[in-house]
């Protein structure tokens, strides 16, 4: 615990555990302060009490392993609500319930729901510390699995407290794990009382605050209200032989090789090429005295999805894991190892699974859950951006939208203003899989990678992006791009991982003005003499493939766009009509 001065020291925070302890009843209240040595004395509680399994600690040393309710192993959406006064703030794309009502329910399954437990209380901020882009929320939780994230996830313990004083404004977050029944969990923001609580669910994403909930949800309401944005989007530094270091955020739905690019490693050809990894999923931008968009990375560790990281496609991921990392739902080997499908090599014999199990090869299920996760300190990642901890963040030269889709959008296309590009991102997507719906190739659109995640209405939310474009003076170009494209055999055009690094070349040179574009009825695209394909089993042909604009698809494309604006009531804004019109005129010219 931490001293008693501490614990007094705002008045509003006292007050407010005090509210919720008398709600909640829990046996005992501790105030965790950040230390090593309460990290310490919490791993061995969470060991003691099977909250935490230790692994091989002469192979990942620090490293221990937590296994999830087989029902309760991912964000639940359709439990997951805004909760504003008037219905119309949350928007069609956002559930919505009415907040004195939401309230009222949660507070009759949260009465004496800590009885027999201890109550965790967790400051943090998110952002780097003396960062005019931070802000400090404090979690309420009866789940040590949270406590210990949140030490790893976020700024967390007394530089919290520091940074808070004796005021009243942080994001209030209440959270208890119930009796993890799904039948009673709710995840439910308050934006205008800046406040999340969530209720019957340990999963990450549901159960740490600070992630998406404040950091996206609450967030992106408040920077609509203060004149900034909280996006879904890594950062990363990309750093010349010659020093000169470009800073790009990008936006991604998930499965489309995100934290890979936040962390990729140059290929061969690009020897003196360096990326630095600001971060690898959330963005908080801010319109600088100059006229730029900085960003910070809001987050201190990641969150990452195990299953699919290995040495070929995320080396830099699989060095950040080696030490002081929380595992979930992945596999152990028998000599106490972690293992997941995709890791690069077979899984070794005597297995254990992610519920605990002898694995059997031949029973069709995985080992490792497919969504199981790795919680890892950004500290660890041997690329971390020496700008990482900057107080002002970095600015922004280049915004990427992409998406998972195998004809129609080119392997990399530039908008030729910040309008075009908002609609890239507003009308990005990707293709579903049969294992995510039952049907394949169903374009499901996520704008800007924030349909989950979006606080507030999805049409406001672009009208914002649009304001926020008179206060720049040197607005970074926006691109999009799709490794995914493929031949009419199914084969990719592209070879992908760390030979993406051609394709933020040519982005970045077309920043500083050093290469050239050819104009489509779409979009900016590489000529083939723009991108640097030597060393790369890839012909010009096959580029020319990935970059091309076919009329017929654009033309359906165009029209499934316009359907999704109407769904949205984006139809109503104008620009984006102007951009549809101009696409579908200019194809017609093209023929």
Known sequence: MTKQSNRGKNRALAQWVAEAAQLTKPDRIVWCDGSEEEKRRLTQEAIASGVLIALNQAKRPGCYLHRSNPNDVARSEHLTFICTPDKDDAGPTNNWAPPEETYAKLR??????MRGRTMYVVPYVMGPLKSPFSKVGVELTDSLY?????????????????????????????HSILDLDPERRLICHFPQ?????????????????SKKCFALRIASYLGRAEGWLAEHML??????????????????????????LAMLLPPPAFKGWKVHTVGDDIAWLRVGPDGRLWAVNPEYGFFGVAPGTSTRSNPNAMKTVEHDTIFTNVAVTAEGDVWWEGMGFDPPK???????????????????????????PMTNNPVLSPKAEDPQGVPISAIIFGGRRASTVPLVMEASDWSQGVFFGASMGSETTAAATGQVGVVRRDPMAMLPFCGYNMVKYFEHWHQIASRLRNPPRIFQVNWFRKDREGAFLWPGYSENMRVLKWIVDRVKGRVGAEQ???GLV??????????LEISAEQLRQATSIDPDEWRAELDQIE????????????????????ARTALAKSG
């Open 235 to 260: 950062i990363l530094g990309l750093e010349s032989p010659q020093g000169e270091t470009t800073y790009i955020a990008a936006a991604f739905p998930s499965a489309c090789g995100k934290t890979n």
């Open 520 to 522: 489509t009825p779409i």
């Open 350 to 376: 005597g297995l254990i699974d992610w519920r605990g199990q002898l694995w059997d090869p031949n029973s069709g299920k995985p080992a490792a859950h497919p969504n199981s996760r790795f919680t890892a």
């Open 108 to 113: 009759g399954w949260l009465a004496g729901a």
């Open 146 to 174: 949270v406590a210990l994230n949140m030490r790893i996830m976020t700024r967390m313990g007394q530089a919290a407290l520091d940074l808070l004083g004796d005021g009243g404004e942080f994001n209030r977050g209440l």
């Open 563 to 582: 359907e999704y604006f109407k769904k949205l009531g984006a139809d109503r804004l104008s620009d984006f009509q102007v951009r549809i019109e101009k």
């Open 193 to 209: 009382d800046n406040a999340v609580w969530s209720v019957g669910s340990g999963y990450g994403g549901n159960a740490l605050l």
């Open 526 to 535: 590489p000529r083939k003499e723009d991108i640097n394909l030597d060393g």
